[in-house]
């Protein structure tokens, strides 16, 4: 074999090295074998390799090689403009120096690498596509490596090779970096939809976007619908114990300036920028370096029935504060929380929507018992007193909450069946006739007419609530009434909501006869049980008296 | 120059085209490239290239080069056990086949390529870390290359590049597409939440699993709660237009088993599996060939204040059939499905909620409503016929949404304040005294208070609706009550209120006179306009009429 053909096959050998180095889809192992090959190529002593910051115009140091003690070095940042790397960056060209210590360009902060002083170095830009990517230097190679073109064909070659890897690595990282947190983006807004607790959902999305943004801190305002304010309703991350009750004036902040105009603000140092609102940092101790603030921007949302379309509507906004690491927020960032805000607005909006219908059903009910209860002035508040006390027999029973629902809204409408009973009856004052008192009896009845007319018992929600209505009076021994129904004809509904209903005209004052005490109230009712009333029903409303459950129509005016 | 010289040049020129080549991230590209560049190097007239598909175990005709003519062969695909390729690829060696046509192994419908005859062959198996990747043929190569180990070294140094190259392209394709999908992914969860109405959501759901998945049809069955029965509820892309109220007995099919055991089903022939139900098909005329069925469950929901948690629920299934171009339904795609399906059973339970909540709110308001009017039998269904004519009157006047549903509850609720008026006034046959006559005019007012006393007005949803009750019997002069508002100081709402009962009371009968004609209750409230009505609001009732959306009491019961 010619000397020429060892060449040739050595070549060979380290481009085949090469292949094998890019076989590897890490960019950090890459970028350390690759710089390895070049040095041993080049028959070196060490060799170091930067990547470029373009954003910062800054050079990274990333990989050392043939000096462990230099590792600490890496991570560091240098202007890259400044020292040979600089030059070689801005000529594009490859740059020899025979003597690194007398080179005034040489930053003297890497004295030697590897024990030995450095002697010669080979500087190489680093470029694809005419853009900048990094500098390789190649320290203490003999003058033969520089004098020979095919040598240095070859390092070119490998360094070529290298940019190209690089760039592919890169790629693919970034690709799976967002694929990973569209992935748990996915998973975080599907869980979104899990509650309509409010307060439950702000203190999820606020966690969640802590980690996913990898900030220091995160927190949601929202506006004040009167005075335009906005109220810090929740923080999450670093200071957050002190941010409680936060308030800032309408149209003040970054945030105000996010809320009244619906634009997303990134501020990535915000000592430069008039609008921060100094005050909260001020109260709190905690220092913002950095703000991404996004609106709460929820939708048009088609409701559908009779509330038609609910118009779209900034609710608030939501700030995301301090990247770790020293970043500067990213597009990527940006996009992220603006989905999650967008998200997060609108399942407030939902659960506002839910929250607004329920409360309206139940202060309606509230109030069409209450109008009842007044019909007779000794019943004010009986129908809720009655509620709460079926609800607190129902829990000691272990009853499920969408059973508990029902006998809440049921036992609330036990009595809904006097609306048919003439004021004559109702309010009069002395003893009912035998007509007016079979006329009374019926209110029962009248109860259940009153739901199964309107349809209400075709509803899930109210699914067997007429028993409350229609069996209150009935008695385990049959002598109740309307149906004069015996023990397990009886449901466990009606048993629940006449024991609340006795024991609330026990312990409610009437015309006749003050209200008796609770203890004397349990002895009454301890002694109908079983003839009268539901034993188990009797023992649990004692117990939940025991619990703190139970009070009076004297203890709720006191 | 020596010509070992000339020949190392050569090898890094070749080498740094490589290198360019790699640059491009296309696969297509990169590999018709890099097959060009092993043919020339090799100088030989031809070549083809195939990928190997471990899933089926067939080489696919990827790439020809040299031969524009036989570039129909391309998407081909063999048995990856025959011919020269599975030789070569069995073995993991290359193969020089020194007389195409003498080989009994050589395919024969490759008769030539580029117009010239086929003579040699060198056919080289691509593998990365053991694994097959694929086979490169070359024709028509002179003997010297073979005889050449430098040359043949050069070309596995090549054709290890290209099964690095294509091992880096498809990964960065595949997670780009996997990005892609979650992009797409998110979008979709996060609009769901933009509507509460089922049928919207359920047809937005399946036409976007239709496009994700690239399916032929997508459907949705809900579980018939009382029968157990799956019942279609939406059928999406082809057939669908034929797949109407399906309905698969419970337990039957795969959809059965789905939703009774919760699991996900994929059956990508389901002429072998006995549970398929074939009567859908043969009703519809669809061919269903693979099945993927995920149940439709819907988790514990955190509902907060009286409902508490309602419990999870498998509330239905989703299928999608057969995917398009001939493939199975991959790992990708199930995950896909499921995601989309348990964030859409979530949607439609959330929904659920809402409507069950809002229509039992509706029905109550309704049965109370309907109570009132009943205290006076000549005013049956008073109150929802001056709704109904109120909501009428806004809607010609443009009045956005949310005011039209505060308007329908709150003139709904106009004459609540008569739960207060004894009965002896409000059924009183004959005339009023004036004591009566003045109790008689405090029922606005004590709508009002009903509203006020139960902290309904502090409810967004209820806003300014108290005008509705308060000034329905106020006049433009002065001359109403219980106030005696004038001009301006008369809202919105109690101006058409007042309209629409003026004009229920004219065109209901009453125990002293028949209903007047609609035509002259046009005349009497034009006469009206401007002294005691609202000219605006009188005109909108008369455009409602004409548009058909008033009926008076005589032609509902007609």
């Given at each position: 074999?010619?000397?020429?053909?060892t060449r040739?096959?050595?070549?060979?050998?380290i481009?085949?090295?090469a292949?094998?180095?890019?076989a590897?889809?890490?960019l950090?192992?890459?970028l350390?074998e690759?710089?390895?090959?070049?040095?041993?190529?080049m028959?070196?002593s060490?060799?170091?390799?930067?990547l470029?910051d373009?954003q910062?115009?800054?050079l990274?140091?990333k990989?050392?090689?043939?000096?462990?003690?230099?590792?600490?070095?890496?991570?560091?940042?240098?202007?890259?403009?400044r020292?040979?790397?600089?030059?070689?960056?801005?000529?594009?060209?490859?740059?020899?120096?025979?003597d690194?210590?007398?080179?005034?360009?040489?930053?003297r902060?890497?004295?030697?690498l590897?024990?030995?002083?450095?002697?010669?170095m080979?500087?190489?830009?680093l470029t694809?596509?005419g853009?900048?990517?990094?500098?390789?230097?190649v320290?203490?190679?003999?003058?033969e490596t520089?004098?020979?073109?095919?040598?240095i064909a070859?390092v070119?070659?490998?360094?070529?090779?290298l940019?190209?890897?690089?760039?592919?690595?890169?790629l693919?990282?970034?690709?799976r970096?967002?694929e990973?947190?569209?992935?748990?983006?996915?998973?975080?807004i599907?869980?979104?939809t899990?509650?309509?607790?409010?307060?439950e959902?702000?203190?999820?999305?606020?966690a969640?976007?802590?980690?996913?943004?990898?900030?220091?801190?995160t927190?949601?305002?929202?506006?004040?619908?009167?005075?335009?304010?906005?109220v810090?309703?929740?923080?999450?991350?670093?200071?957050?114990?002190?941010?409680?009750?936060?308030?800032?004036?309408?149209?003040?902040?970054?945030?105000?300036?996010?809320?009244?105009?619906?634009?997303?603000?990134?501020?990535?140092?915000?000592?430069?920028?008039?609008?921060?609102?100094?005050k909260?940092?001020a109260?709190?101790?905690f220092?913002?370096?950095a703000i991404?603030?996004?609106?709460?921007?929820?939708?048009?949302?088609l409701?559908?029935?009779?509330?038609?379309?609910?118009?779209?509507?900034?609710?608030?906004?939501?700030?995301a504060?301090?990247?770790?690491d020293?970043r500067?927020?990213?597009?990527?960032?940006?996009?992220?929380?603006?989905?999650?805000?967008s998200?997060?607005?609108?399942?407030?909006?939902?659960?506002?929507?839910?929250?607004?219908?329920?409360?309206?059903?139940?202060?309606?009910?509230?109030?069409?018992?209450?109008?009842?209860?007044?019909k007779?002035?000794?019943?004010?508040?009986?129908?809720q007193?009655?509620?709460?006390y079926?609800?607190?027999?129902a829990?000691?029973?272990?009853?499920p909450?969408?059973?508990?629902?029902?006998?809440?809204?049921?036992?609330?409408?036990?009595?809904?069946?006097?609306?048919r009973?003439?004021?004559?009856?109702?309010k009069?004052?002395?003893?009912?006739?035998?007509?007016?008192f079979?006329?009374?009896r019926?209110?029962?009845?009248?109860?259940?007419?009153?739901l199964?007319?309107n349809?209400?018992?075709?509803?899930?929600l109210?699914?067997?609530?007429?028993?409350?209505?229609?069996q209150?009076?009935?008695?385990?021994?049959?002598?109740?009434?309307?149906?004069?129904?015996?023990?397990?004809?009886?449901s466990?509904?009606?048993r629940?909501?006449?024991?609340?209903?006795?024991f609330d005209?026990?312990?409610?004052?009437?015309?006749?006869?003050?209200?008796?005490?609770?203890?004397?109230a349990?002895?009454?009712?301890?002694?109908?049980?079983g003839?009268e009333?539901?034993?188990?029903?009797?023992?649990?409303?004692i117990?939940?008296?025991?619990?703190g459950?139970?009070?009076t129509?004297d203890?709720r005016?006191?």
């Amino acid at each position: 074999m010619t000397m020429q053909e060892t060449r040739l096959n050595q070549y060979i050998a380290i481009i085949q090295r090469a292949n094998q180095i890019a076989a590897s889809t890490t960019l950090d192992q890459l970028l350390g074998e690759m710089l390895d090959l070049i040095v041993t190529t080049m028959h070196a002593s060490a060799g170091t390799l930067y990547l470029y910051d373009p954003q910062r115009h800054e050079l990274i140091f990333k990989v050392v090689q043939g000096s462990p003690e230099s590792e600490q070095l890496v991570g560091a940042r240098i202007d890259a403009d400044r020292g040979v790397a600089g030059a070689a960056l801005r000529s594009g060209a490859a740059i020899y120096v025979p003597d690194v210590a007398a080179d005034p360009r040489w930053d003297r902060r890497i004295g030697e690498l590897g024990g030995v002083p450095l002697r010669t170095m080979y500087c190489l830009p680093l470029t694809l596509h005419g853009r900048p990517v990094g500098v390789i230097q190649v320290f203490n190679l003999p003058q033969e490596t520089i004098d020979e073109p095919d040598e240095i064909a070859l390092v070119e070659l490998l360094s070529s090779r290298l940019v190209t890897e690089v760039e592919k690595a890169r790629l693919l990282e970034e690709s799976r970096a967002r694929e990973g947190r569209m992935q748990a983006l996915v998973e975080i807004i599907s869980s979104l939809t899990t509650t309509l607790d409010r307060n439950e959902l702000l203190r999820r999305i606020m966690a969640h976007a802590c980690r996913l943004l990898n900030v220091e801190a995160t927190s949601i305002w929202l506006r004040d619908m009167e005075t335009g304010d906005l109220v810090l309703d929740l923080a999450s991350g670093k200071g957050s114990e002190m941010m409680e009750a936060r308030r800032v004036p309408a149209g003040h902040g970054i945030i105000g300036h996010v809320v009244n105009t619906g634009e997303t603000v990134v501020v990535n140092d915000v000592s430069n920028d008039p609008r921060f609102y100094r005050k909260i940092d001020a109260q709190s101790g905690f220092v913002t370096r950095a703000i991404l603030c996004v609106p709460l921007h929820s939708p048009r949302i088609l409701v559908g029935g009779e509330r038609g379309i609910v118009e779209e509507r900034v609710v608030g906004g939501a700030q995301a504060l301090n990247p770790r690491d020293n970043r500067a927020f990213s597009q990527e960032d940006i996009e992220l929380f603006h989905t999650l805000a967008s998200q997060a607005a609108t399942v407030i909006r939902l659960s506002q929507l839910y929250a607004d219908t329920d409360s309206l059903f139940t202060r309606i009910i509230d109030a069409i018992t209450g109008a009842i209860d007044l019909k007779d002035p000794y019943t004010r508040g009986h129908s809720q007193r009655v509620s709460d006390y079926s609800v607190a027999i129902a829990q000691e029973l272990g009853l499920p909450d969408e059973e508990i629902y029902r006998l809440r809204i049921s036992s609330k409408l036990h009595d809904v069946g006097k609306i048919r009973i003439p004021d004559s009856i109702l309010k009069k004052p002395g003893r009912l006739d035998d007509d007016e008192f079979l006329e009374m009896r019926r209110h029962p009845t009248y109860g259940q007419e009153f739901l199964e007319e309107n349809d209400l018992l075709k509803l899930e929600l109210l699914r067997d609530s007429w028993q409350s209505l229609a069996q209150h009076h009935e008695r385990l021994d049959g002598k109740g009434y309307p149906n004069g129904l015996t023990g397990e004809q009886i449901s466990l509904f009606g048993r629940i909501v006449a024991v609340a209903d006795v024991f609330d005209a026990i312990t409610s004052h009437r015309p006749y006869r003050p209200a008796m005490t609770v203890d004397r109230a349990f002895e009454i009712l301890r002694a109908g049980a079983g003839s009268e009333l539901d034993g188990a029903c009797v023992e649990a409303l004692i117990s939940a008296r025991t619990h703190g459950l139970i009070q009076t129509q004297d203890e709720r005016q006191g």
